[in-house]
């Protein structure tokens, strides 16, 4: 076999200039899926920690049974009561690889500055675990004055466009509205902790974070219609959906266990968007590589017909002139694939090296354009061009094979 | 013991409408350790003939047996493998592969039977040996002369010890003195280790150091013309067997073609064609 590989080599540099354009197709087409690659990892990364972390899904979130489905109709009767947040709490912190099981309430009301109102909607957490929640995440949105803490349950931070608009900045007061769980309205004073930016252009001007106990207080209730649920590893979400489900079930209560990535309608949206451009650049490139194998190929088939005849002559079975001119294809496959790699190690370290920013549409701040070094993705990436550059030099390789060989000979 | 067999062989070729007889029912019988030479004109059949013989082509019509096998019962595949081991060629235009050294144009046969690598290396070094071509192993084809690839061509016929080898016009490409000397290592090594030779060509200069003359015209094996005076070419007369059917017909009577170094035909009850002093 190893004799043969040098036969192929050596056809492959017989000419060079040919060879080397289609190694280059090849290398710059793997680097630029392999780029591509590493910059979607590493998007979907930062996606997967804003979805967690940014938005506060947790990585499980519990709900009663058909509060996603009629919850709005009537609130009161889907929310879990205090007796069950504290049962549902105790079971999912027993079990281990749970980091933490928080209450959240979202609402939607009114806020005013005394003059202006306008509307927002917001979201009640436990400060204490919402810090916990966020971790090294929260470096990456920083709040201008205070964050939300237990000792002044009044506190808010508020999203940068919506306190802009009621001119309040951190320290200010406002009031809130909201229709407690019965149906009244109630109003609360608030004091704007901090300001933050969230992000997104769609929420910048309607957000805002108020403490668990101030939200309940003014729904008017002691119920929660949420209990998130944090993991030490992302991974294990779907199975411990599994277990927890089961566990509480069995516990006797009646309820629904999302994923963090069933929740986030933006993660999902983003990764089928982000995986249909990789899908079809993919296509392209794919193309790319097949056209030039299957044309250098076929150009070395037609150019050492002559060879051909002459190793039919000499005895070489027709499966081994495809396996030779199959091997050639493959081996192209694979030096591009080398090339490309070493070009997307440059590429990557220039890109580490100057770290270049863009503001994606809809997004407030500047992101940083990051590129994960995924080997894994490398080494799958280069399997498979190997194995399309093979199937390519297939189609000339056959050609060669069924050659006649008195013609063959015959060739000049 | 005869090696090839060829009973009423015919060959036709397509050219658009037009039907080129190529063949026109060749019997022909060739002997282990012969030295035969297929002389005749262009376009007289000879590449035709010797495609066939070495199974690189399938006839028309007509019985062809090698070596004791029916080439026409075989399977590509098994046509591969008698062509690996029994048959070894020398082409007109030596048809090395130019990204491989001599030697490892040598060991390709070698190579193709799965010849474990240093088992291919030593017979392909003897072989060379035997051309002479001991210092130029590892050049490539493009930085020897004709005739030295000639000779790289030889070894790699041989180098899987065939009973039959084939050249096509060994000589075409090369000038008279080389031609020569290809010849003479072609009939060296005949001689030495019995391998049956035999090459087509149109260079007269050469037919005195054949055995045997087989000449072709037109399809045809013919008794007619100067070769077929069937005297000894090593005493400046041509020592020649022939059957033509079409001519057999005109006589009346089955020839057959044997060789005239003491051997029997297989075939044929006649040695008439000798009358002309084939064994003088």
């Known amino acids: 076999m190893i004799k043969w590989m040098r036969l192929a080599l050596r056809n492959i540099l017989r000419n060079k200039r040919r060879s080397l354009v289609t190694l280059l197709a090849i290398a710059v087409g793997f680097a630029a899926i392999s780029l591509f690659r590493g910059y979607t990892s590493n ?3 930062g996606l997967k920690t804003m979805a967690i972390r940014g938005e506060g899904l947790g990585h499980l979130t519990i709900f009663k049974a058909g509060w996603l489905e009629k919850g709005k109709l009537d609130p009161e009767k889907y929310m879990f009561s205090k007796s069950e947040i504290e049962k549902i709490s105790k079971l999912v912190t027993d079990e281990s690889g749970v980091v933490l099981a928080t209450p959240q309430i979202n609402l939607s009301g009114i806020v005013s500055n005394g003059t202006v109102s306008t509307i927002f909607i917001a979201q009640g957490v436990v400060p204490r675990d919402d810090r916990t929640i966020k971790g090294d995440w929260a470096a990456f949105r920083p709040i201008k004055g205070e964050g939300l803490n237990e000792e ?9 466009d919506l306190a802009g608009f009621l001119n309040l900045t951190s320290d200010k007061d406002g009031v809130v509205m909201a229709p407690t769980l019965g149906g009244q309205m109630n109003a609360l004073d608030i004091h704007v902790s901090g ?35 944090l993991l030490e590893d992302t991974e294990k979400t779907g199975k411990m959906r ?56 076929g150009m070395a088939v037609l150019e050492r017909t002559r060879e051909i005849g002459t190793l039919r002559a000499l005895g070489l079975k027709r499966r081994g002139i495809s396996m030779l001119f199959a091997m050639e294809g493959g081996l192209l496959g694979l030096l591009g694939s080398l090339i490309g790699a070493a070009l997307h190690v440059c590429v990557w370290a220039v890109i580490r090296a100057i770290k270049p920013t863009y503001t994606p549409p809809g997004v407030s701040t500047p992101v940083p354009l990051t590129v994960d070094f995924v080997l894994q993705a490398l080494v799958l990436l280069s399997i498979c061009l190997v194995i399309l550059s093979l199937i390519a030099a297939i189609i000339p390789a056959k050609r060669a094979a069924r050659q006649n060989i008195v013609n063959a000979l015959g060739h000049t | 013991m005869s090696l090839i067999e060829m009973q009423n062989i015919k060959k036709d070729y397509h050219l ?30 000879k590449t035709t003939l010797l495609n066939l013989i070495g199974a690189i082509d399938e006839p028309t019509e007509g019985n062809l047996v090698i070596a004791g096998t029916d080439v026409h019962s075989l399977s590509d595949n098994r046509k591969s493998e008698l062509r690996n081991e029994t048959i070894g060629y020398v082409f007109q235009g030596f048809n090395l592969v130019p990204v491989l050294s001599a030697l490892e144009n040598v060991m390709l046969p070698l190579q193709i039977k799965g010849t474990p690598s240093k088992e291919a290396k030593e017979k392909a070094l003897y072989r060379l040996q035997e051309v002479g071509l001991t210092e130029f192993i590892h050049h490539r084809p493009a930085k020897m002369s004709g005739g030295q690839q000639q000779r790289v061509a030889i070894a790699r016929a041989l180098v899987n010890d065939p009973s039959l080898v084939i050249a096509d016009e060994p000589t075409a490409n090369l000038d008279s003195e ?35 003359l087989v000449r072709l015209e037109d399809g045809r094996i ?16 041509h020592n020649v067997s022939v059957l033509n059917s079409s001519h057999s017909e005109r006589e009346g009577e089955v020839l057959t073609a044997w060789p005239v170094e003491g051997a029997t035909p297989l075939r044929g009850q006649t040695q008439a064609p000798l009358t002309n002093g084939g064994q003088s």
């Open chain 1, 43 to 45: 998007m979907y990364s």
């Open chain 1, 152 to 160: 002044k349950s009044y506190g808010v931070e508020m999203s940068q």
């Open chain 1, 195 to 229: 300001v933050y930016d969230t992000g997104s252009d769609a929420t910048n001007d309607k957000y805002m974070r108020l403490s668990f106990n101030f939200a309940q207080s003014l729904l008017d209730t002691e119920k929660t219609d949420r209990i998130v649920v």
């Open chain 1, 242 to 297: 599994k277990l927890l489900l089961a566990k509480l079930t069995s516990a006797g209560i009646a309820c629904e266990i999302k994923t963090w990535n069933e929740l986030s309608l933006f993660y999902s949206k983003a990764r089928g968007m982000i995986d249909m451009m990789f899908l079809f650049i993919f296509c392209i490139v794919l193309v790319i590589v097949v056209m030039s194998t299957v044309n250098t190929m």
């Open chain 2, 16 to 45: 658009g409408e037009t039907v080129v007889h190529a063949l026109q029912g060749i019997d022909l019988e060739i002997y282990t350790g012969e030295f035969v030479a297929i002389w005749g004109p262009s376009g007289s059949g």
């Open chain 2, 178 to 212: 080389t031609a020569r000397m290809i010849i003479s290592i072609m009939r060296d090594l005949n001689e030495k280790d019995t391998i049956t030779f035999i090459f087509s060509t149109h260079d007269q200069r050469l037919l005195d150091r054949v055995k045997r």
């Open chain 2, 222 to 237: 013919i008794d007619g013309g100067n070769p077929l005076t069937g005297t000894d070419v090593s005493h400046g007369t």
